[in-house]
Structures are given as C-alpha cells and as structure tokens.
C-alpha cells in the first residue's frame, strides 16, 4: 500500500505510517505533478491546503482512502469522495482547543489593540493612548455556532464574566444550557453583540451568513472573530462595514482566498489587510505542538484503519459507528455481504428491491453500516471494484434499485438473524437468511431451504433430484478436476423430489466441471459461486 502526504503532520504520525505502508512526502506539491501521480497511491493525506477535488479523486484510480489531517472537510469533495467509493477520514477533535485559544487570544487582541501596539512599540511609539481598548468583562459575546469549538469558546469566555448568547439552529437547548449559552435567533445576536465570534463549517448555507444586511443589524462597535472558513463572513461587507465604523475591529484567521503558507515573500492581496483595526494570522488556529501531534498520529491511525478496512471511527462518508459497535457488527456485515453476493450468481434478473429485516438482538443496533455491506456484497459482481460500503447505496439508487430496511424484536430459535430479500424486476423475490455464531457466519435459509453452511471463498449449489448417487458423481467431477470437497449439505425437498445440495470446496470450480455436472441425469442445475467472503 502507498500513502502520499502533501502537507506537514508531525513525527510521531509519520513514525505510525511508514511502519505500516509505504509514504512518500511530497510537501506542497505542485498541483499539475500531483493529479500524474495520484494514480499510484491508495491514499493521500492533506490539511487545508490541497484541494482533493473531483478532478484529482477521479485521477486516482487506486485511491481508497482520503485523510484529512484536522477538522474542516471544505478542502475536499466529498461528493466525489463518496460516488468513487472512496473514504474520507479526518481528525476533528484533535486541534478544538487549539483554535478556542487563538479565538480567545484574537477577541483579547482586538479588545486592547495588542498586535497594533507590539508594532508601535518595535517603531518607536509608545504612546498608550493610542491603543486604549475595551474589556471583556461585562460585555456581550455572540457566538455562531455552538459545536466543538464554539462550546469551548463559549466556556473559556464565561471566565472572562462575558455574557454568552449563542446561535446554531441545528442543536438541542440542553446542548446550550451545558455550555452557559443563552439561545438566540441570529438577528438577536447580531443586535445584542459587542463581540461576535463564528465557529461554523463552510456549507452552501454559512457561507456569506455575515453580510451586507448582517451588518445593517448589529451594534455599532461590535468586534468580530472568524477563525471558522473564509468566507463566513462576506469579505466586502465587512471591508465596508469597518470603513463606515459599524464594526470597531476584526480578527481574520482565515480567508475567502487562502495565502500560500509556506512562503517567505508572497504577493498576496487582500483589502481587509490595508485596514489598521483588522488584525490577522495566517490560518494558525491549529497550529499548536499539541494539537499537530494530536492530529499527526491520530490521522495516520485513521488511514491505516481505514485502508485495512477498519469501518469505524472518524469516517466522514459513512454512518457513524462506535468501535464496540463495530465488533459487535462485524460478523453480521461479512453475513450480509456474502448474502448479497450470492444473488447475482445464481440470478439474471435485474434488482429492483432490496430488503433486509434484522431480527432478535441485532434489531437494536444502528445496522446501516450492514446494509451497506449487503448491497456491496449484491453489486459487486456487476460493478467489481467501482462498489465499495461508501458508495454502494448511492450506486444502488442509480441502478434503480430501491433499498428498505425493516426490524423485529421477536425472533424463535436464533438470538439474531439477518433476513435478505431481493425482488426482481420480474417481480419475483428470492429470500436468504443467516444468523453468526460468535466470529462464525452461517446462512440458514437458501431459497426457501432450511440449510446451515458457511459461506467460503468458493462454492457450488445443486438442485439435483433426491436419488441415490449424486453426492458420488458430484465427487467424481470435483475430484477429476483435483477439487477437494472441504463441506458438503443436503438439503432435501420431500413435496417435490428434488434437494439442494451446497458444497464448498478448496479451489475454484472451473467452468467445465459444471458443464460436466449439468449433463448428467440426476442434476437438475448446478451453479459455482466464489467470492462470498
Ligand atoms: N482556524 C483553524 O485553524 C481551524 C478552523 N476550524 C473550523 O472551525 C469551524 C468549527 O469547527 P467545529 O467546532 O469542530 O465544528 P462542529 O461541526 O463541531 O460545530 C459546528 C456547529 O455549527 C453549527 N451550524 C451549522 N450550520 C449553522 C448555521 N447555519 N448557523 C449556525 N450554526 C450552524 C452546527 O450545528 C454545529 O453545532 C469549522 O469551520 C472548522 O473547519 C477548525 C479547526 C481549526
Ligand atoms: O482543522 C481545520 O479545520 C483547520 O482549519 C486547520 O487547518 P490546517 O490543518 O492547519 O491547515
């Protein structure tokens, strides 16, 4: 496996990587040498500067894994993340507390003028005067925006006696009442605020919500902070609204357009930078030895997890799962998958429903994770590597087919079991069911046989009529053909005089040794299948 890593992690996560796959560091990659290479690598691993754009995922044609070392995902479409199969990992708590100190250090910054006075100072100026600030005491924060960081911000500020009010429409009232946030409307923020401080992701939604009409609404003399996206806050807006004195001073720690980072001596223009009361850092809210090694370590765990088919943790692209969950799970996503993958194996008829009724103690989990892995395990014959559990829905949809999942608490004999139903575009439905045994998986109902076996690597399923010898000629073929029989059931049909018979082998059973099956007289039909796990 090859990981390429095109921006700084720390030490200790490149220690992690490199005992695990091979990584090239190709820090700062031009994009045009990055797009010809990606095709090699089964995973990348960027902060927020390399955009993983459509265009380089398509590129990567072994990419499995993306890796975003921090928080923010705006970097990276995961869009096309998502419908190319490919996970996208990121680290989102390991920098919160890193970026609520630099927002509290900025709101102190533009509270008493610090940077403005440094800079006096190293000039020859020291007239105090000059730099007279406010205190926070006593004063108004608004914070948009109440999820990791703007929580911790909130609590950090409530030591300063600052009265927090808090806007985020997406949360519980207890989530604000925890924190000591009183809950606003926006335009109540915006009137009440003598510091604003915004801690939103950059969606389609938040961006530009601090704009032209915004700044019509608050508090001449409000200080803001954005240490959040670029962007957040209209860039011209709020140029205007300093220029007119609504706002006193602001404190930018990212931009619409983001500077290169790692240049001594850039060109980089910006109006906000050309005004005395905005202060600025260069996107430096994650930026502490803490949280790098936080995030350094944490983020090669995620890709090695990730690529070693690891499914839970911090996937953005996949239902959460807990990693006890996940134990508990992972048998019964192995079961559905070789369930699913059994369908188009022994049917040519296009899906057009997929329904999978978990039953017992299973019924109690969160089991999106394993309908994924049925409807991965279904089209992974059509679509061989183009499936994966992360897009394996989406590639359903797309193909027409409509997926219901059901649950019951009742069950007899089993204490969980998986139900598979799989209805044609003829209408007809063909039904699998199985159950685990610890890290044991076993399919208990084929096709509306009773049956118990072990889905293996390789396997065969005759519907033979119930006569003696067949389990001998099935052996005679097998064994000309150097195939050692490793289990074999019978599955016998008393209404109709015919048995199923399932068989697993040790090798793959070619093509010719089913011909040779299907022409003797006591076989009715004979399927190999392989892949199921
Ligand atoms: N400057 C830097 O170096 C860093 C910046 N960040 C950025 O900080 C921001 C916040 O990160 P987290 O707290 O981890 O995110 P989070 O996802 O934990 O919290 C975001 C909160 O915003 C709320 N929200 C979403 N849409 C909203 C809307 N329209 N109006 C009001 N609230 C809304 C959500 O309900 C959620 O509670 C992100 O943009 C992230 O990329 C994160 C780390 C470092
Ligand atoms: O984690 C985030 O969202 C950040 O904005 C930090 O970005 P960075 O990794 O420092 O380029």
Redesign the pocket.
Known sequence: MKVIVTERISENGMEYLKKHVDVDVKLDIPREELLKIIKDYDAIIVR?TTKVDRELIQKGERLKVIGRA?????NIDLEAATEKGVIVVNT??G??V??AE?TVGLMLSIARNIPQAHNGCQSGDFRRDKFKGIELNGKTVGI?????????VAARLASFKMRVIA?????PDS?FEKYGAEKVT?SELLEQSDFIT??????E??KG?IGEEEFKKVKRGVRLVN???GG?IDEKALYNAIREGIVAAAAI??FEVEPLYNTEHQEFHNPLLELPKVIVTP?????TVE?QNNIGISIAKEVIGALKGKLYGNIVNLPEVKSEEFLELKSYMKLSEAMGALYYQINETPVKLVEVIYKGDISKYNTEIVTLHALKGLLKPALKEGVSVVNARLRAREMGIETVEGRVEEIDHYSSLIILKITGTNGKTVEFAGTTYGNEIRIVEYMGHKVNFEPTEYMMFVKNKDVPGVIGHIGNVLGDFGINISAMQVSPNKSDGTALMVVNTDKEIPVEAVESLNKLNSIIKAKAVKGLI
Do not use: F, W
Request: aromatic share 4%; with cysteine.
């Open positions: 927020s921090g928080n923010g995902v705006d989102p708590d920098n919160i890193a970026a630099l948009i925006g109440l999820g990791r960081i703007g929580s911790l806007y985020d429409p997406y949360i989530r926006l915004i801690h939103t992701p950059k969606t939604e938040t919500m240490c959040a996206r957040l720690d990212v996107h430096l809210g994650a930026s949280a």
